[in-house]
């Protein structure tokens, strides 16, 4: 079991995709756990080319229910389906999403055995197991929207040489020492902290479409990775407004306020996309660690 965060970014136009750009979709991975985050149309084929596992898939969280951002669901729903898919499968979304994929799924018809999971959900945590939580805020985009938050909660772990010099083998001994318990074998007592490091907690942030609003520097605050729509550059901040998207600059301004540690930008415009150097340079001005990934690219923490 890896302890490591990747994030696959599926698709990184915004509404209209290009030769090299799909609609938006990004894959969490953390251990046994794969999240998806938008399901644009094609999403289900960038998981092919990603040599990634469909039924694999453990939860999908809906940002919004724009075209850009839903019309793949359908697809890969039915391919599950299809697939042997044997999981109960969660998909989260703001308010009203439940009427929607129902609707939907009266309209395609199709037979399937899986258990489907849908919660309309708010702001706060509305996940949480022993290894992460999932957070939600509401942004502002003119219909029901929500930012999403991952976090890897810190926790002990064992460090295997140590453990394997001092002879201990593995049973119910080992399970103290990662709770932070001493133990005692032969009467001889084994420390905790002599065989254990703390795994610090990562925290994603993603934030899709919205207009500038309060409620952003606060949900992405201390963020390893703030992962934004990015649609317009800094001399479009009119037009921005008036379709509710975010600027390069804008954005770039809250991950310097927010001291996130890496700023990733997506949902960029096709209009950028012969000079998408520029935008990329508009943001490492206000904020050095910026990245402008390319549809299959992803990033790993550990």
């Known amino acids: 079991m890896t302890s490591k965060v990747k994030l696959t970014f599926l698709g990184t136009s915004d509404q209209i995709p290009s030769r090299s750009r799909n ?42 229910w724009h075209g850009d951002h839903v019309l793949g669901l359908p697809g890969l729903l039915s391919t599950l ?7 109960s499968l969660e998909i989260y979304g703001p308010k009203g999403i439940k009427s929607k994929i129902d609707t939907m799924l009266k309209l395609y018809n199709f037979h399937r055995e899986y258990n489907l999971i849908i919660k309309e959900i708010e702001s706060g945590i509305f996940f949480e197991n022993e290894g992460f939580y999932l957070e939600a ?61 703390t795994e610090d907690k990562k925290k994603v942030s993603i ?3 919205t207009k500038l609003n309060k409620r952003i520097i606060p949900f992405v605050k ?20 008036e379709h509710l998207h975010l600027t390069v600059g804008q954005v770039a301004n ?6 996130v540690k890496k700023l990733i930008l997506t949902h960029v415009s096709s209009r950028y996309l012969k000079d998408l150097k520029s935008l990329l340079d508009e943001s490492k001005k206000i904020f050095k ?14």
């Not at 985050?37 to 990634?52: H, P, S, Y």
């Not at 389906?81 to 999981?87: E, F, H, I, T, V």
């Not at 064992?158 to 133990?183: A, C, H, R, V, W």
């Open 23 to 64: 609609h938006t979709s990004i894959l969490l991975n953390f251990n046994e756990e794969n999240i998806l985050i938008d399901c644009g149309e094609g999403t289900q084929r960038q998981f092919r080319k990603a040599n990634l596992n469909l039924c694999k898939i453990t939860k999908i969280l809906i940002s919004h």
């Open 81 to 87: 389906a299809l697939s042997g898919y044997n999981k």
């Open 137 to 197: 805020e509401e942004m502002e985009h003119g219909i029901p929207c929500l930012a999403y938050g991952f976090i890897k909660k810190d926790y002990l772990r064992i460090d295997k040489k140590k453990f394997e010099k001092s002879g201990l083998k593995i049973g119910p001994e080992l399970k103290k020492l990662k709770e932070g318990k001493n133990i005692k074998i032969d009467g001889k007592e084994y420390k905790f902290k002599d065989f254990t490091f």
């Open 207 to 209: 934030v899709m479409d």
């Open 222 to 241: 201390n963020a390893d990775l703030f992962i934004s729509e990015s649609t317009y550059s800094s001399e479009l901040e009119k037009e921005a407004e």
């Open 254 to 259: 809250i991950a310097k306020k927010a001291k």
């Open 289 to 302: 660690e910026s990245y402008l990934p390319r549809d299959l690219d992803f990033f790993i923490l550990e």
